[in-house]
């Protein structure tokens, strides 16, 4: 009778036996996942979960890291050079005329400008397909190494607001463009374009907070430049004082212009979309050298070539 009891009592135990699933055959209609899951669970790994668990909390709740950790993917994607790979490089020469036809104004070198010397050197910039793909400002598409050659071929110039080279424009402080305005407002004065084109709205901010042409004293907004970069932005026209005028000088007055950047990070207008502005721009410089193109709504800005 006892034997009977004992051999009831395990009999009873064995439902609830523990059996490593290698005992069994294998099942190839199981999920991988399941087999997973039935694996008995390790010593410690409860505290390395809920460790694992708060430290991707603590990621998650830090603002500053999430930025540092972004900038730092993208500029892995994008194969950006080190934030001081410009330390040691210096900026690179304008490509400039009088009287040219248009005068194109970027923000600063970036690393592969300054490395290789040349405008606009990074393959994913858009500046020479546009130029060239725009209704013809080019006659084919150039290299940036030919950049020296727009003033004397194709009657067009290439100028930076700040000389310093950067890997990207973040690193450049709000002052250190604004002071460069002054510098750039001389060139224009001196060169006198038709046309300035600002590739960048931000570029253009800086000036006008310069120029001071937010508003007047009633508070009127400067009717010059569109906010809205859908289109071409033709801007305030520039005309020089008596004194900064030369018997060589046939521009009358130059117009401002603000287009997006050609740079590739901006994704806000794509390559077509950039080269379509362009085209816009083509065709408005006809209409400024033919003198069909109403200006009258436009701010006079007086720049003198021998001040700042």
Known sequence: MEDEEKSSFHGSLSRFAYVSLSSFPPCHDQAPQKAQAARPIEEG?????ARQATLSRNREGDPERRRTDARSR???KLGDAAPDACTHLSGIPDCVAEDLDVLFCGIN?????????HHYANPTNHFWHCLHFS???????LLPSEDFTLPERYNLGLVNL???PSTSQAELSAQEMASSVPALLTKIARFRPHVVCFIGKGIWL???????????????KNAGIREDLTHLSLGARSQGQPAAKTASTSVGETLFCVIPSTSGRVVSHQRDDKVALFKVLREDLER?????LDTGFMRIIHLRADSH
């Open 45 to 49: 790994s409860n505290k390395s979960s």
């Open 74 to 76: 993208k500029r892995n």
């Open 109 to 117: 070198p970036g690393h592969m400008s300054a490395v290789t010397g």
């Open 135 to 141: 209704a013809g400002f080019t006659q084919r598409l």
């Open 162 to 164: 700040v000389d310093r």
């Open 206 to 220: 800086h000036v006008e907070r310069a120029l001071k042409l937010k508003g007047d004293a009633a508070g009127t």
């Open 288 to 292: 400024i050298k033919a003198g069909t």
